[in-house]
């Protein structure tokens, strides 16, 4: 029976139903164009292939992220800058406060000190003292 294939085309053509003449309109007939084939091959040869478009976004990205990179590295050396900058003014100051706090404490305590401060600063004289100005 394999071997009949007329008998199998004969069974399966009544097993289908009847196929209708469907009458399809003719297809436009395209005008020919001399360009046409010219321009289909300049775009053709216009057209990257995927491969090197997926190098250029690479590419790009590696760009995007070695600018942000060396952009943070600076903005991270300015900032270690400042705040070595930062940290001698606030020894300096600590360093004078503690000299203020040192002369305060022995203007509170040194008579002899307190003395010298009120003929500095105060323009201040013991009772039987003359000032002689000096021209």
Request: hydrophobic share 45%.
């Amino acid at each position: 029976m394999a071997a009949n294939s007329f008998w199998a085309d004969a069974r399966l053509n009544a097993q289908r139903p009847a196929a209708r003449a469907l009458t399809l309109p003719a297809p436009a007939r395209e005008t020919f164009d001399a360009a046409a084939p010219r321009a289909a091959t300049r775009r053709r040869e216009l057209a990257l292939p995927s491969w090197v478009v997926f190098c250029m976004i690479m590419l790009a990205t590696f760009a995007v992220c070695v600018t942000v990179t060396m952009r943070t590295h600076a903005g991270m050396r300015s900032a270690a800058q400042e705040y070595e900058q930062m940290s001698t003014d606030v020894e300096k100051i600590r360093s004078t406060n503690d000299s203020l706090r040192r002369e305060v404490e022995r203007l509170r305590t040194d008579p002899r000190a307190i003395e010298a401060a009120a003929r500095e600063r105060l323009n201040m004289l013991k009772a039987n003292e003359v000032v002689v100005p000096l021209n």
